[in-house]
T-cell receptor, first 116, second 116 residues
Framework: AQSVTQLDSQVPVFEEAPVELRCNYS??????LFWYVQYPNQGLQLLLK??????LVKGINGFEAEFNKSQTSFHLRKPSVHISDTAEYFC??????????????FGKGTKLTVNP | EAGVTQSPTHLIKTRGQQATLRCSPI?????VYWYQQALGLGLQFLLW???????NRGNFPPRFSGRQFPNYSSELNVNALELEDSALYLC???????????????FGQGTRLTVV
């Protein structure tokens, strides 16, 4: 079964600093990868997804992620964060080879806190 | 277009009681997923319904059950509530099984269940 590891449970940064949130997944076979964001008292919103093609994926709110198959990683980055980026970020993986993925497997989340 | 709606937003129950949570998917979406987000445990997959049928369930006891109605809305029922069932329950919907090509799972804002 697929699993996702988010190495940092909490990441504090200062406003306008760059940030990287790390994500590693277990399988070396073809996968689809996602990053979701959860603002306080809200549901999850899709930031970006990797299905195929270019390994550098750009998402909303200035975020991007790079798919690295050899390292089974899909780290999320933003060159300059804002206070409004304070939220919890979840990496998720699915396996398209199982006849259409019926569920997403999520990491435990990384709480990003942007300080002034 | 309305997003995924969940009701109620908050629910307080006593241990041993039953809880019923409701979810209305985005119009046209046939797949509905339920996830449990308990403190410190991340998002755990509960159930997947598609076209009125249960397609998959996560590693939860049988007292967690549900159904999908002809209009694709869904109910999650939790019987014999235990204190550890306290969590945010998130519902998501998609056009096709989540994670497939060009699909995206849209999440509701969740139902906060508190068992006392």
């Amino acid at each position: 079964a697929q699993s996702v590891t988010q190495l940092d449970s909490q990441v504090p940064v200062f406003e306008e600093a760059p940030v990287e949130l790390r994500c590693n997944y277990s399988s070396s076979v073809s996968v689809y990868l996602f990053w979701y964001v959860q603002y306080p008292n809200q549901g999850l919103q899709l930031l970006l997804k990797y299905l195929s093609g270019s390994t550098l994926v750009k998402g909303i709110n200035g975020f991007e992620a790079e798919f690295n198959k050899s390292q089974t990683s899909f780290h999320l980055r933003k060159p300059s964060v804002h206070i409004s980026d304070t939220a919890e970020y979840f990496c998720a993986v699915s396996d398209p080879d199982q006849g259409g993925s019926e569920k997403l497997v999520f990491g435990k989340g990384t709480k990003l806190t942007v300080n002034p | 277009e309305a997003g995924v709606t969940q009701s109620p937003t908050h629910l307080i129950k006593t241990r041993g009681q039953q809880a019923t949570l409701r979810c209305s998917p985005i119009s046209g979406h046939t797949s509905v997923y339920w996830y449990q987000q308990a403190l410190g445990l991340g998002l755990q997959f509960l159930l997947w319904y598609d076209e009125g049928e249960e397609r998959n369930r996560g590693n939860f006891p049988p007292r967690f059950s549900g159904r999908q109605f002809p209009n694709y809305s869904s109910e999650l029922n939790v019987n014999a509530l235990e204190l550890e069932d306290s969590a945010l329950y998130l519902c998501a919907s998609s056009l096709a099984p989540a994670g497939g090509m060009n699909t995206e799972a849209f999440f509701g804002q969740g139902t906060r269940l508190t068992v006392v």
